[in-house]
DNA sequence: TCCTGTCGTGATGATTTCATAAGGACCCCT
DNA sequence: AGGGGTCCTTATGAAATCATCACGACAGGA
């Protein structure tokens, strides 16, 4: 994933500095705007513009001023950091269509997770779904399987069945349970057809092919050796 | 497996058919309830709820305090819906005994994965099969035998007998009772067979082999010795 | 073409049978 | 009572039989 560019509004420029090193630490690209209008230029300008932080006290537009204008024309998720007490807003910023609001003052720990938080809710990275078995990864969001990190290339079925080989690691499942849980419910074509499967599995995944077990008389399971 | 049954509570009615529509798409059976009065007599009369899923803000009682009342008498596995700012109360929550939280606004694959996570985590690992005897440990999922920790390769018939021993341990077993138990009701060969079978188990269990007693003119007996 | 499913074959391993040895129970005889 | 024989049961090892699996090849369909 590439870098998030983060624009972050405020008056003042030591807050501006302490926002931005966090997030500078953290990977985060940091924009930087003194008010409110100039805040509205660059999101309007910039429409790369990923996530907006924005201070409620400013000058000339204040930040709820400045949220409403920004959603006349954008979507882009907005942090409020609102100074204490002023809790009473907090009502009123849901209602203008910020995404989440920080008091001041705030940790950085707290910062950075609520920015964290909230561009995964937006942007939905936290649906990517890695799941690892010994030299084995499999990014089911991508669909993609690696072995050693070279890439391995899997038909449809083959991914789904080895995919719930993984997640079912350490089980031994007979063909029947496979068969209901892979294919269809009203598929009822021949077990062995499983083999087929498995057998270029294992030759397409080398000698991690070995992660699945042969179980005589009762099925497969999936198991890395330690 | 069949469908699960998850029990939706919120007071808002939108809310309840937001969550209801995933869901049922997803072959969930979807209970409802608006407010945690009515959900703690639900989860209370139907002991087949497989989750609930909680709105914090309610009238009455609030997701708090029904998740409290709930861990009263039940593990059903809870996820909490939060709304916006209230991540400070996570901690809270976890210690409320909840198993997991959603922000609001949320997408419906967050809804769908974390909901589909959970029940794994709660009931696959439940499914997780173990019996233990003396040194001997046999764990029916994964189907394998330890002794001392040590794997113990069986094969398909010797673990199913096996695993007849030790589910009856202690009774005297005939042999008849033994072919009508691990082999199939149709099955007419010699009860000889048996004896080899158990030979079998006894040199690869070693001296755990020893558990398995031979009561003469009648059968086997699986015991533990003291 | 590539994916999926089917089939036949040989290899492998599991199961059963069989022959024989070993072990226990019982009885008779001393 | 105890030794020895006999009968019946169980243990053991090997061989025969049987079932399952891996693999290659192929067919139908997207």
């Not at 939905?124 to 072995?147: C, F, M, Q, W, Y």
């Not at 499967?197 to 179980?215: A, D, N, P, Q, W």
Request: hydrophobic residues 40%; aromatic residues 10%.
């Amino acid at each position: 994933m590439d870098s998030l560019r983060i624009l972050v509004v405020d008056d003042e420029a030591r807050m501006r500095k302490i926002v931005r090193d966090f997030l500078v630490a953290k990977q985060y690209i940091v924009i930087e705007a003194s008010n409110g209008e100039e805040a509205l230029d660059i999101v309007y300008k910039n429409k790369n513009i990923d996530l907006v932080i924005l201070d409620v006290m400013m000058p000339k537009m204040d930040g709820w001023e400045c949220c409403k204008e920004i959603r006349k024309f954008s979507k882009v998720p907005i942090i409020m950091l609102t100074a204490k007490g002023e809790e009473s807003d907090e009502l009123q910023g849901f209602d203008l269509g910020i995404d989440d609001y920080i008091s001041k003052p705030f940790s950085p720990k707290i910062l950075v997770a609520r920015i964290d938080a909230l561009l995964h809710r937006t942007y939905k990275l936290d649906e990517v779904d890695i799941i690892k078995a010994g030299r084995l990864e499999i990014n089911k969001t991508s669909h993609i399987v690696t072995v050693d990190g070279k890439t391995v290339e899997l038909s449809y079925k083959e991914f789904e069945l080895l995919c719930y080989f993984v997640e079912n690691k350490g089980i031994a499942l007979s063909r029947e349970k496979i068969l209901n849980s892979v294919w269809n419910y009203d598929y009822f074509g021949d077990a062995r057809t499983i083999d087929t499967h498995v057998k270029k599995i294992r030759s397409k995944l080398g000698e991690c092919g070995e992660y699945i077990k042969t179980i005589w008389g009762m099925g497969y399971k999936f198991e890395v050796d330690e």
